[in-house]
């Protein structure tokens, strides 16, 4: 250690008690509520830790001991919810305390400029280790995010495609069965997975059953006229099966007119329709 180094340790040292409490009570008073609800004691331990760490450093002249520091305190403030502006406002009066103990050192003006150019370097380390955490972390916490929605987008796409299966059950035959109720969402993601089956299956019939449909309103009605103009310019018919009772009366309650589309009562007669229109029908077996 340099004459002047030991000198300003030894300077340090005759101070250090009321240099961790005027640091402690800097922090209470500029760091925000985190530090302003930590109890006394729990305040002056970690401002004691903060001035052994610069000690050290001072002693030994070994700065990466202070960016380990700066790193293992910034994961944990992190971990506490504490965001960077925070840390910058500790460094600030990390460096505050710095300067006024090395102003009192060179009350005559003796300055070594060397050392004050060491010691500026220091805080700097400080503030880049701080930065440097937090970008870490703030990269996996992004990592996760995209993981977490890709995971998201991987899971509603199988619940797209479970809630509204498409099944080829003959060539060029596709049906459709939809469960639950329809909302504009959801039918317009029937609607792309309807179209993209048709042109991929090459079918001419596609079967809509809405058997499992609660209710069937203007909307649902729109968009089912929709869905059966649009797959119709892919050179496909849509057939809509299902149709009880109550859904029936609602139709003609609310006096939509489905005169576009074609519809069966079941879907027995919708899978006969299709079969016929491709030149095929159900024939009993004869016996023997």
Avoid at 100 to 127: A, C, N, P
Avoid at 178 to 203: N, T
Wanted: charged residues 20%; contains cysteine.
């Amino acid at each position: 250690m340099a004459a002047d180094s030991q000198r300003l340790f030894d300077f340090w040292s005759s101070r250090k008690d009321s240099t961790i409490e005027s640091l402690a009570q800097s922090l209470r008073d500029n760091c925000g509520p985190y530090y302003q609800n930590l109890s006394q004691d729990e305040l002056l331990k970690r401002a004691a830790a903060i001035i052994d760490i610069w000690l050290d450093v001072l002693v030994h002249g070994k700065p990466e001991r202070l960016s380990s520091f700066s790193q293992q305190i910034g994961t944990t403030r992190l971990s506490e919810g504490l965001g960077p502006s925070v840390m910058m406002s500790v460094i600030d009066q990390v460096r505050k305390v710095v300067w006024q103990v090395m102003s009192d050192f060179y009350v005559k003006g003796d300055w070594d400029l060397d050392l004050l150019h060491t010691s500026e370097g220091w805080i700097h380390d400080m503030r880049s280790s701080f930065t440097e955490t937090y970008n870490t972390h703030l990269q996996e916490a992004q990592r996760q995010l995209e993981e977490r929605e890709h995971e998201i987008a991987t899971q509603s796409q199988i619940i797209r495609e479970t809630a509204s299966p498409i099944v080829p059950i003959y060539d060029g035959i596709l049906v459709m069965p939809l469960v639950g109720a329809l909302d504009s969402l959801r039918i317009s993601q029937v609607m792309e997975s309807a179209l993209e089956h048709i042109v991929d299956k090459q079918a001419e019939v596609l079967i809509i059953d809405i058997t499992g449909v609660p209710i069937v309103d203007t909307g649902v009605a729109n968009h089912l006229l929709q869905m059966a103009r649009a797959i119709s310019l892919l050179g496909a018919e849509v057939v809509v099966v299902g149709i009880g009772a109550e859904i029936a009366q609602t139709i003609i309650q609310l006096g939509l007119d489905m005169s576009a589309i074609m519809t069966m009562a079941n879907l027995e007669a919708g899978i006969a329709y299709a079969l016929e229109q491709r030149g095929f029908a159900i024939r009993t077996i004869s016996e023997p």
